[in-house]
């Protein structure tokens, strides 16, 4: 069963106080990584897709990496209305059933001005 | 261009009525998903469809929750004879392929 795991379950910085969060998971056969944002009453807000180990993106204060085995988050000089819940999730497998996501629990981010 | 449209965005039943939840895919998306979000807990996958198919229902409940995406129109997310353990959120999203799912807003079910 694929597993996803996130931390910290929440974080809070200063306003311009770099950080990053991770997602550790156990997959066979991943097909992709991907990052949301969600902010409170919303859906999830895409962010990122990554495919293999050693991929970068990058948008606007945030970076996304991948190895084998998680996948990290970074945050540049954040500011408050970066406070959000950011999810990550897997896509693995190779049947029909590869589209489904599993997603982590989520990190709770507040950026206090 | 548009994005995922859900509604209602708020629905309350009583125990033991029907709730039907609506999504309308972003224009050129054939693939819609259904995921929920019970109070305190992360997103769970239920059902992927494609047009008068589904493909995948691993996570959807044996009983009582039914889903379908027509040749035309929205795809329905259909629960029968709700219970309080329904209440929920109910996310909708779509995508184009093999590729992100982009998330509509929600319909909050509230069953009372």
């Known amino acids: 069963e694929d597993q996803v795991t996130q931390s910290p379950e929440a974080l809070r910085l200063q306003e311009g106080e770099s950080s990053s969060l991770n997602c550790s998971y156990t997959v066979s056969g991943l097909r992709g990584l991907f990052w949301y944002r969600q902010d409170p009453g919303k859906g999830p807000e895409f962010l990122f897709t990554l495919y293999s180990a050693g991929e970068e993106k990058e948008k606007e204060r945030l970076k996304a990496t991948l190895t084998k085995k998680e996948s990290f988050l970074h945050i540049t000089a954040p500011k408050p209305e970066d406070s959000a819940t950011y999810l990550c999730a897997v896509q693995a497998g190779s049947s029909g059933s590869a589209r489904q996501l599993t997603f982590g629990s989520g990190t709770q981010l507040t950026v206090l001005p | ?112």
């Open chain 2, 1 to 112: 261009n548009a994005g995922v449209m859900q509604n209602p965005r708020h629905l309350v039943r009583r125990r033991g009525q029907e709730a039907r939840l609506r999504c309308s895919p972003m224009k050129g998306h054939s693939h819609v998903y259904w995921y929920r979000q019970l109070p305190e807990e992360g997103l769970k996958f239920m059902v992927y469809l494609q047009k008068e198919n589904i493909i995948d229902e691993s996570g959807m409940p044996k009983e009582r929750f039914s889903a379908e995406f027509p040749k035309e129109g929205p795809s329905i997310l259909r629960i029968q004879q709700v219970v309080r353990g329904d209440s929920a959120a109910y996310f909708c999203a779509s995508s184009p392929g093999f590729a992100e799912q982009y998330f509509g807003p929600g319909t909050r079910l509230t069953v009372t």
